[in-house]
């Protein structure tokens, strides 16, 4: 949907997103139905589809969704790391983490 979405930020015809996306028929037609009935999407009646305000709020709120749950990711990681490194100091380290 991000991409349908990014794609959309200027008037494009249903062909456009669909190979832009890279969707099937089936999907694109899936992906529009949800966006046009989310109103994150708008039809021009002339086979011309674009962005809404909502629909370009989404995609900021996605783009820092994906940070946060990236940098949130790298956390539980080296948390991971640091303490299989602190049981192994103590000679306790486990054949399976909790």
């Known amino acids: 949907m991000k991409e349908v979405l990014s794609i959309a930020l200027v008037k494009v015809c249903k062909t456009r997103i669909m190979y832009g996306a890279n969707l099937s028929f089936l999907q694109l037609e899936k992906y529009l139905r949800a966006l046009l009935g989310n109103a994150l999407l708008s039809f021009d009646g002339d086979s011309g589809y674009l962005i809404t305000m909502s629909g370009k709020e989404f995609l900021v709120l996605y783009e820092d969704y994906l940070k946060r749950s990236t940098h949130l ?17 103590c000679g306790m380290a486990k054949a399976e983490p909790d």
């Open 73 to 89: 990711k790298g956390k539980v990681e080296k948390n991971a790391k640091d303490r299989l490194h602190l049981e192994s100091m």
